[in-house]
């Protein structure tokens, strides 16, 4: 099973990722630059968190523009697994891979802390090492992380299960008081169509080892190398 990590200038969450991934895969992924134009074979695409370009336009706007990601594009469109992370997901929405918008936080301020996270569901590669309604903390990083989607792609996502996981108390309770940053219904990440590409605000990948805050995102990386490492 093999992994890439695609890097931009302003990518500042990469380091994290690939050692998230080595230490569910044992050998560390590729890293591929932005400018690069073509993609060795893989099984899972990885966008890593940071501030690509700046955020000098528009998050992630101008990465969804870089020559790698014609190569990502087609990739996810043959069924690659592709995980977008804060800056992440902020591209894969600008290229159109995963529907809405990421905006300005509700309360126009950078949200830096842990969140607790409920499990919508666990019949992917990405959820399968949680249980449904399972409560997981994780660190958020972000001031543009709110997520927006018009009502009709809203109930679109709602009524085929494309919400992977929601902002929510330590309880599980989702509630205005629980979201941080005003996304629509609560959303923290969401899924294609097809469940093979996964666009989250959250950083699963700042939580992996216990004497670096916690574990909470640890399952999400094991459940999805065991997948594909199964699906191959």
Same mark, same amino acid.
């Given at each position: &099973?093999?992994?890439?990590? %695609?890097?931009?200038?302003?990518? +500042? =969450?990469?380091? $994290?990722?690939? &050692?998230?991934?080595?230490?569910?895969?044992?050998?560390?992924?590729?890293?591929?630059?932005?400018?690069?134009?073509?993609?060795?074979?893989? $099984?899972?695409?990885?966008?890593?968190?940071?501030?690509?370009?700046? $955020?000098?336009?528009?998050?992630?706007?101008?990465?969804?523009?870089?020559?790698? %990601? =014609?190569?990502?594009?087609? @990739?996810?469109?043959?069924?690659?697994?592709?995980?977008?992370?804060? +800056?992440?997901?902020?591209?894969?929405?600008?290229?159109? #891979?995963?529907?809405?918008?990421?905006? @300005?936080?509700?309360?126009?301020?950078? %949200?830096?802390?842990?969140?607790?996270?409920?499990?919508?569901? +666990?019949?992917?590669?990405?959820?399968? /090492?949680?249980?449904?309604?399972?409560? %997981?903390?994780?660190?958020?990083?972000?001031?543009?992380?709110?997520?927006?989607?018009?009502?009709?792609?809203?109930?679109? #996502?709602?009524?085929?299960? =494309?919400? /992977?996981?929601?902002?929510?108390?330590?309880? /599980?309770?989702?509630?205005?008081?629980?979201?941080? *940053?005003?996304?629509? +219904? *609560?959303?923290?990440?969401?899924?294609?169509?097809?469940?093979?590409?996964?666009?989250?605000?959250?950083?699963?990948?700042?939580?992996?080892? @216990?004497?670096?805050?916690?574990?909470?995102?640890?399952?999400?990386? $094991?459940?999805?190398?065991? /997948?594909?490492?199964?699906?191959?």
């Amino acid at each position: &099973m093999k992994a890439a990590v %695609i890097l931009f200038p302003g990518s +500042n =969450r990469e380091r $994290d990722m690939v &050692m998230a991934l080595e230490a569910s895969l044992g050998t560390p992924p590729l890293e591929i630059w932005h400018g690069d134009t073509e993609l060795p074979e893989v $099984d899972l695409i990885v966008v890593p968190g940071g501030f690509s370009y700046g $955020d000098y336009l528009r998050s992630g706007a101008m990465a969804a523009h870089s020559p790698i %990601i =014609r190569e990502v594009k087609d @990739r996810a469109e043959k069924g690659v697994y592709v995980l977008g992370v804060c +800056n992440g997901f902020q591209i894969l929405t600008e290229t159109g #891979l995963l529907p809405g918008a990421l905006m @300005r936080n509700a309360g126009l301020k950078f %949200i830096c802390k842990d969140v607790h996270l409920k499990i919508e569901r +666990n019949d992917t590669p990405f959820a399968q /090492g949680y249980s449904v309604g399972e409560v %997981i903390r994780v660190p958020v990083a972000h001031h543009d992380g709110n997520y927006f989607a018009d009502d009709e792609t809203l109930k679109e #996502l709602e009524d085929n299960g =494309r919400v /992977g996981f929601r902002y929510c108390s330590e309880d /599980g309770s989702v509630d205005a008081a629980s979201n941080v *940053n005003g996304s629509r +219904n *609560n959303i923290a990440g969401i899924y294609n169509k097809r469940s093979t590409i996964l666009g989250m605000m959250p950083h699963p990948e700042d939580a992996v080892e @216990r004497l670096l805050g916690g574990l909470g995102g640890k399952p999400m990386f $094991d459940g999805l190398i065991a /997948g594909l490492e199964g699906a191959a």
